[in-house]
């Protein structure tokens, strides 16, 4: 019992910050489309 919730506690932490690192990375994205974006309408 301990240990499945050890696990289970485990695993979410896992999931948790691979969801963050998801969001980090798409933010970055968002961004570099943004700027690139601007720089042809600038060009």
């Known amino acids: 019992m301990t240990t499945a919730a050890y696990t289970y506690k485990h ?6 910050s691979l969801t ?10 968002l ?8 720089a042809v309408i600038a060009r």
Not at 11 to 16: F, G, L, P, Q
Not at 31 to 38: D, T
């Open 11 to 16: 695993r979410h932490e896992r999931h948790v």
């Open 20 to 29: 963050r690192l998801s969001v980090i990375l798409a933010n970055l994205g």
């Open 31 to 38: 961004w570099a489309g943004l700027i690139v974006g601007l």
